[in-house]
Nanobody, 115 residues
Framework: QVQLVESGGGLVQAGGSLRLSCAASGVIFRLIDMGWYRQAPGKQRELVARISSSGSTNYADSVKGRFTIFRDNAKNTVYLQMNSLKLEDTCVYYC?????????WGQGTQVTVSS
């Protein structure tokens, strides 16, 4: 059974930083693509960043240059380093694992950016 457990969310002032972590189990972590998504109330879930099993990355335009996704295959963990946070980054952030045609989701972690 695939399990994804996020941590690291919280309250931060605008301009500050947070690092999200997502620990995966039940998968051969080094073989799967991982991603971070976010969803604000009343809006659709959107891609924030994605990292393939080979380490290639892509980002939403809104976070390029501020967020970095990286993975530690030895720890079965993917991270999202978020710098220069803005008010509009306030969302629930979800970790995702893609195995073949199935996407697995974590429970989400709240990130709130205050002025």
């Amino acid at each position: 059974q695939v399990q994804l457990v996020e941590s690291g969310g919280g309250l931060v002032q605008a301009g500050g930083s947070l690092r999200l972590s997502c620990a995966a189990s039940g998968v051969i972590f080094r073989l799967i693509d991982m991603g971070w998504y976010r969803q604000a109330p009343g809006k659709q879930r959107e891609l924030v960043a994605r990292i393939s099993s080979s380490g290639s990355t892509n980002y939403a335009d809104s976070v390029k240059g501020r967020f970095t996704i990286f993975r530690d295959n030895a720890k079965n963990t993917v991270y999202l380093q978020m710098n220069s946070l803005k008010l509009e980054d306030t969302c629930v952030y979800y970790c995702a694992a893609v195995r073949v045609t199935t996407t697995y989701w974590g429970q989400g972690t709240q990130v709130t950016v205050s002025s």
